[in-house]
């Protein structure tokens, strides 16, 4: 230890770089046309990324070219993953800037939600929501901000909304089950039962997330 402690005082000291110097930006496309080769790639950065595998897809994604927008979008949702929210907001502002999509302002929103600005990613995540209305995780997304800021309501429609859009599939049971606690909507609960074997188990864990939204 003492050794590589020494190793590493005799390092100059390197200015910290920014997130443009990391990141060549002007590369950002907003190429929607995705070939069949690069569709597998894609495929198998999403098979890491489903499996909680971040810095792998990173370094995969970071393997080969990024020349569609499906590759950039997936480049700043793992820097955000694995950390690194200065690189990942700075693509996700260029991907707003230049392409507007629905799917770039998610990416923002939940990058600015990360950095505790609330507000900016509702606003974001709002956006998302009018381009991309059938996209599940925007809805659940939008719904948990907004449960959030304290609208129980409005929150719920677009959670269960998402719900339905996912099949009852995914973190979205749980955000839907807190909805419906604080707006005190047992038909909607009873409905989760019935419709999605939401259990007891699930339920009392809902109460306790709950009981954090209102503090």
């Known amino acids: 230890m003492a050794l590589l402690a020494t190793g590493c005082a005799s390092k100059p000291v390197s200015k910290p770089s920014t997130a443009s110097d990391r990141v060549d930006l002007d590369r950002i496309s907003c190429n929607e046309v995705v070939q069949p080769e690069q569709q597998v790639q894609i495929e198998m950065i999403d098979s890491l990324m489903s499996r909680d595998r971040d810095h792998a897809a990173l370094a995969k994604i970071e393997d080969q070219p990024l020349s569609t927008v499906e590759h ?125 074997d939401f259990n007891a188990d699930e339920l009392a864990y809902a109460k306790q997330l709950a009981g954090h939204f209102v503090r």
């Not at 997936?74 to 993953?81: I, N, T, V």
């Not at 609330?118 to 991309?132: F, Q, T």
């Not at 609208?151 to 955000?175: D, S």
């Open 72 to 196: 950039w979008l997936r480049y700043g949702q793992l820097k955000a993953a694995t950390g690194q929210l200065d690189n990942a907001q700075a693509i996700f502002e260029v991907l707003v800037d230049k392409c507007g999509t629905g799917e770039s302002h998610h990416g923002l929103g939940m990058v600015l939600l990360k950095e505790d600005d609330v507000l900016a990613s509702l606003d974001h995540l709002k956006v998302a929501r009018e381009r991309a209305p059938a996209s599940s995780q925007v809805r659940n997304d939008y719904g948990y901000v907004l449960m959030l800021v304290g609208h129980y309501k409005e929150a719920a429609y677009e959670l269960r909304t998402a719900m339905e859009l996912a099949n009852g599939q995914g973190p979205v049971r749980q955000n839907l089950a807190v909805a419906f606690l604080l707006t005190d909507d047992e038909d909607g609960l009873r409905w989760m039962k019935r419709e999605y």
